[in-house]
């Protein structure tokens, strides 16, 4: 009997966007997404409220704000009593959903989420934007990399975490009908919208969004594209990712987990988060107890972020399609039992660039800053200003 031949490229089912690596996809930022799911699932139920920290038009919850004024709390700098809040309106019958960026909640409120909301299964809904480090030039205060780990130990909580904001819409929904505290994380910059109304979504479960044989790269948050481009990149080698969208951390989809090791035998994990704790720790603790198998893990290396560009950012921590290919051919040398650099290859990579970039700023500084203060302008270029009587 002749063997079936395995698929490979992406997979028409997930019902992707036409064109999907054309550079004029649409971007649109994943918080979007959390604004429009916001007013619909407001219009489907009236007991749906909103609360928010100071951050409305940022969060997008200004525009449940506009549907719905009398459905809107404005509890300005103060995450920590908008969780307790939250928490009462809940037990009255209610269905809150608090909006901060995700470095304030579940950052800041991280204690009164516990008690207040997880500890009692309250049915408050945490939505975490400006979640990574392409928030960009606001720097390591507001790039919240460890919301996923911290919020994933939490008992009763789901973390859900969208690739684009039409998945983020939908998500923003889904969470509304769960019984339950759930967060939404999702970010400012602008991403692809490389799926579609048509394209499956069910909280708890991974979606194909790929298909291969050689490994499978499990992915979160809009780096799902990132995945999808590094898995083209490979496929010019003849090399075959499957790419799954890995949008509902906890509860994990164990099962499409085990399968896909089962069957590509390599796996990489990515996410714009930190590497330890968040979906790679997640995928390491299922493998270790039920699937043994080569991972690579790409997220934040073990530091904070800094200030730049986004794009620049995402590269100089290696978290773009190169460094993700680079992780899978480290993982493939690996499932052959083929020796590896003990230094990873996309974290030497990403190191560069970060170098590099880091350099370039400087001496852009530099060239704008008089010899005194070590710059090459002349020092003529400083005018003292009189001060006034």
Not at 124 to 130: L, M, N
Not at 134 to 148: K, L, N, R, Y
Not at 259 to 272: S, Y
Not at 334 to 345: A, H, I, L, N, T
């Amino acid at each position: 009997m002749a063997r079936t031949k395995p698929q490979k490229g992406l997979n028409r089912d997930a019902y992707l966007v036409r064109g999907i690596f054309h550079a004029n996809v649409e971007q649109l930022p994943t918080r979007d997404g959390y604004g429009r799911g916001l007013v619909e699932a407001g219009k489907n139920d009236p007991n749906i409220v909103v609360l928010c920290a100071d951050l409305s038009e940022s969060t997008r919850s200004l525009w449940f704000k506009q549907a719905f004024p009398d459905r809107f709390v404005q509890l300005g700098v103060s995450e920590q009593s908008m969780a307790s809040i939250a928490a009462g309106m809940a037990l009255a019958g209610k269905v809150p959903f608090i909006s901060s960026y995700a470095g304030f909640s579940p950052g800041r409120n991280w204690e009164q989420i516990r008690t207040a909301v997880a500890l009692n299964n309250t049915n408050v809904k945490i939505a975490g934007a400006h979640a990574g480090v392409s928030v960009g030039p606001d720097g390591a205060t507001h790039q919240m990399m460890e919301d996923i780990a911290i919020m994933r130990v939490m008992p009763n909580m789901r973390v859900i975490v969208p690739c684009d904001s039409i998945e983020t819409r939908k998500a923003t929904i889904a969470a509304a009908q769960l019984n339950g505290p759930a967060y939404l994380r999702f970010t400012r910059e602008k991403s692809p919208v490389f799926t579609t109304e048509k394209t499956p979504f069910k909280l708890g479960r991974a979606e194909t969004f790929r298909f291969g044989s050689d490994l499978t790269i499990l992915a979160c948050g809009p780096l799902v594209y990132e995945a999808l481009k590094a898995a083209e990149q490979l496929s010019k080698q003849g090399i075959e990712a499957r790419v799954l969208n890995i949008h509902t951390i906890k509860p994990l989809d164990e099962k499409a987990i085990v399968r896909a090791v089962k069957e590509t035998g390599a796996i990489v994990t990515v996410e714009e988060a930190q590497g330890a704790g968040g979906l790679g720790g997640a995928v390491a603790e299922v493998l270790g107890l039920t699937a043994p198998t080569p991972l690579e893990i790409i997220g934040m290396p073990d530091r904070f972020g800094e200030s730049g560009e986004p794009l620049e950012l995402l590269e100089a921590f290696g978290l773009t399609a190169p460094s993700i290919t680079l992780a899978a051919l480290r993982v493939l040398k690996r499932k052959q039992e083929k020796s590896v650099p003990e230094q990873k290859e996309s974290v030497v990579a990403a190191q560069k660039r970060l170098m590099q970039l880091q350099k370039e700023i400087m001496e852009e500084a530099l060239a704008r800053a008089p010899r005194k203060w070590g710059g090459s302008k002349p020092d003529t270029s400083l005018k003292s200003r009189k001060r006034s009587p």
